[in-house]
């Protein structure tokens, strides 16, 4: 999100918060961020410096709205609501022009009220008025290379006109457009050089050196496993959209009834389940498809669509609309590294919602006026028609290779 919003043209002053998170591989990136910023994370946001600024901008933990949370983990009372509250309280003592977070759709759709309180606590603290936003919008609609309906909560000083255009595609990406440049590629932390030309999608992505870093995926047992899995059942054996419980079964019953090696251990388990491991086991993507969304445990979860193993780091951050000289080797040791690609907001979403906030300060107003639903709020309804079954038929009903 950071970088979007550098794209689009911002400073960046201060990195602050509740959680350290993501904080390393972002003083790695200056080269990217800039040099003229400061970090300073505790768990009282009355501790984080305040400085005068027109916009703070916040990526919360979405983990109390998100359907991917139990249900004893989210919903209007959740403990992971606690930074969000934490940010609006510094926004406040802070007051800018604009605020804005981000979070799943659930916390509009579900956490309305909630999102007018966290309004009311900027505007009590700061003693400023603010008209609220609800921004629905869609990563893949708006640039990125993955389907991620998404929400931005924008708080926007009363007397400043906001509004956040609605985009059509003209066309749209298939996950191997974003990263079959990389696919035969040698796993290496290190620089390596490029193989394969990349497509239109990404080529701007690529570094200008020819060399790129961090194609690596986890070594860990689950990845041993799932490389057994590949050894006896092939890659063809693993289909798109298949998931892990059905090809460990497979690969059972070519293997005489009897588990790979590194499966013995867990066999009863998966047995007791019948092989039904749940909501968020690992599957593999299409190649023939959008990106998903790429969650904190993707380098866990996400099969390659066309290699017998898991994503890499950079595969993930290529998803996310990281360019390619954005640095990973020299965080390889970041015990947060893997989550940080699926945690953070792409690329694209933030530059976008970054360039309608920078259009607004500047008096440049696109699109039709926001539905006016309350007092002083506002729904920009980003995503309207754009969903699933409606972007399957119009972009991906044509076969790969033919425009879709």
Same mark, same amino acid.
């Given at each position: 999100?950071?970088?979007?919003?550098?794209?689009?043209?911002?400073?960046?002053?201060?990195?602050?918060?509740?959680?350290?998170?993501?904080?390393?591989?972002?003083?790695?990136?200056?080269?990217?961020?800039?040099?003229?910023?400061?970090?300073?994370?505790?768990?009282?946001?009355?501790?984080?410096?305040?400085?005068?600024?027109? &916009?703070?901008?916040?990526?919360?933990?979405?983990?109390?709205?998100?359907?991917?949370?139990?249900?004893?983990?989210?919903?209007?009372?959740?403990?992971?609501?606690?930074?969000?509250?934490?940010?609006?309280? %510094?926004?406040?003592?802070?007051?800018?022009?604009?605020?804005?977070?981000?979070?799943?759709?659930?916390?509009?759709?579900?956490?309305?009220?909630?999102?007018?309180?966290?309004?009311?606590?900027?505007?009590?603290?700061?003693?400023?008025?603010?008209?609220?936003?609800?921004?629905?919008?869609?990563?893949?609609?708006?640039?990125?290379?993955?389907?991620?309906?998404?929400?931005?909560?924008?708080?926007?000083?009363?007397?400043?006109?906001?509004?956040?255009?609605? &985009?059509?595609?003209?066309?749209?990406?298939?996950?191997?457009?974003?990263?079959?440049?990389?696919?035969?590629?040698?796993?290496?932390?290190?620089?390596?050089? %490029?193989?394969?030309?990349?497509?239109?999608?990404?080529?701007?992505?690529?570094?200008?050196?020819?060399?790129?870093?961090?194609?690596?995926?986890?070594?860990?047992?689950?990845?041993?496993?799932?490389?057994?899995?590949?050894?006896?059942?092939?890659?063809?054996?693993?289909?798109?959209?298949?998931?892990?419980?059905?090809?460990?079964?497979?690969?059972?019953?070519?293997?005489?009834?009897?588990?790979?090696?590194?499966?013995?251990?867990?066999?009863?388990?998966?047995?007791?389940?019948?092989?039904?491991?749940?909501?968020?086991?690992? %599957?593999?993507?299409?190649?023939?498809?959008?990106?998903?969304?790429?969650?904190?445990?993707?380098?866990?979860?996400?099969?390659?669509?066309?290699?017998?193993?898991?994503?890499?780091?950079?595969?993930?951050?290529?998803?996310?609309?990281?360019?390619?000289?954005?640095?990973?080797?020299?965080?390889?040791? %970041?015990?947060?590294?893997?989550?940080?690609?699926?945690?953070?907001?792409?690329?694209?979403?933030?530059?976008?919602?970054?360039?309608?906030?920078?259009?607004?300060?500047?008096?440049?107003?696109?699109?039709?006026?926001?539905?006016?639903?309350?007092?002083?709020?506002?729904?920009?309804?980003?995503?309207?028609?754009?969903?699933?079954?409606?972007?399957?038929?119009?972009?991906?009903?044509?076969?790969?290779?033919?425009?879709?």
């Amino acid at each position: 999100m950071s970088l979007g919003f550098v794209q689009s043209g911002m400073e960046m002053k201060l990195r602050t918060g509740t959680l350290n998170f993501g904080n390393p591989v972002a003083e790695a990136n200056r080269h990217y961020l800039g040099d003229n910023w400061t970090h300073h994370f505790s768990d009282d946001p009355g501790e984080w410096p305040v400085s005068k600024t027109d &916009v703070v901008v916040g990526c919360p933990p979405c983990s109390g709205w998100s359907v991917w949370s139990g249900e004893a983990n989210r919903g209007l009372d959740a403990k992971a609501h606690e930074h969000t509250r934490a940010f609006m309280r %510094y926004a406040g003592r802070v007051a800018p022009k604009v605020v804005v977070f981000e979070c799943v759709q659930q916390a509009y759709t579900q956490g309305r009220d909630v999102m007018n309180k966290y309004r009311r606590m900027v505007e009590e603290i700061s003693g400023k008025k603010y008209d609220l936003y609800h921004v629905k919008h869609n990563n893949l609609q708006v640039g990125g290379f993955s389907y991620r309906p998404r929400y931005f909560w924008v708080a926007v000083r009363s007397g400043i006109k906001f509004n956040a255009p609605h &985009v059509e595609p003209k066309e749209l990406p298939r996950i191997m457009d974003i990263i079959g440049d990389l696919a035969k590629m040698p796993q290496s932390w290190n620089e390596q050089k %490029y193989i394969a030309p990349a497509s239109k999608w990404v080529k701007h992505l690529r570094s200008k050196s020819g060399t790129v870093n961090g194609h690596m995926g986890k070594t860990n047992i689950h990845a041993q496993r799932i490389e057994e899995v590949f050894d006896i059942i092939g890659n063809e054996g693993w289909q798109g959209n298949g998931d892990l419980g059905g090809a460990i079964k497979k690969a059972v019953d070519m293997n005489n009834g009897q588990f790979p090696q590194k499966w013995i251990d867990i066999s009863p388990r998966v047995l007791r389940k019948n092989f039904k491991l749940g909501f968020s086991q690992p %599957y593999r993507w299409k190649e023939d498809h959008w990106c998903n969304v790429l969650t904190g445990s993707a380098l866990d979860h996400v099969i390659h669509p066309t290699e017998p193993r898991l994503i890499t780091h950079r595969e993930a951050a290529r998803m996310q609309g990281l360019p390619d000289d954005w640095d990973i080797e020299s965080v390889r040791d %970041y015990s947060s590294l893997s989550a940080v690609w699926g945690k953070a907001v792409a690329v694209q979403a933030g530059k976008y919602i970054a360039t309608a906030i920078t259009n607004s300060l500047e008096g440049n107003h696109e699109g039709d006026a926001p539905e006016k639903i309350g007092d002083r709020e506002f729904l920009i309804n980003g995503d309207k028609d754009f969903s699933r079954h409606a972007a399957k038929k119009k972009w991906y009903s044509s076969p790969i290779g033919a425009k879709g």
